[in-house]
């Protein structure tokens, strides 16, 4: 069974960087993709980022500048780096999992497995 945990979320000023994880137990084969996406109070679920466990980077062009996406594989997770957060940046970011085949980057609907989200807020 396929399950996803995001960790890393917190309050952070303006300017500040947060580094969230998202680790994923179950996974059958590396043929997958680790989405992130965010939505934040009154919102549309937003993507932000998604790579590839066998290769590939992906990133909502508007965001590409301050974050980063990676994975560590000894730890079995992929992390998002968010730069010079903004009071806009507050939201909860979700990962997904989805298979590699099945799933446009962006689009939430083609992810099968969601975790639970963290929450990141940033005041000004």
């Known amino acids: 069974q396929v399950q996803l945990m995001e960790s890393g979320g917190g309050s952070v000023q303006a300017g500040g960087s947060l580094r969230l994880s998202c680790t994923a137990f179950?996974?059958?084969?590396?043929?997958?993709?680790i989405g992130w996406f965010r939505q934040a109070p009154r919102k549309e679920r937003e993507y932000v980022a998604a790579l590839s466990l066998a290769g590939g980077i992906h990133y909502n062009g508007a965001l590409k500048d301050r974050v980063s996406i990676s994975r560590d594989s000894a730890e079995n997770t992929v992390n998002l780096q968010i730069n010079n957060l903004k009071p806009e940046d507050s939201a909860i970011y979700y990962c997904?999992?989805?298979?590699?085949?099945?799933?446009?980057?962006?689009?939430?609907?083609?992810?099968?497995?969601w975790g639970q989200g963290t929450q990141v807020t940033v005041s000004s």
């Open positions: 179950g996974l059958p084969s590396n043929r997958y993709y």
């Open positions: 997904a999992a989805g298979i590699a085949h099945l799933v446009v980057a962006s689009a939430e609907d083609t992810y099968k497995h």
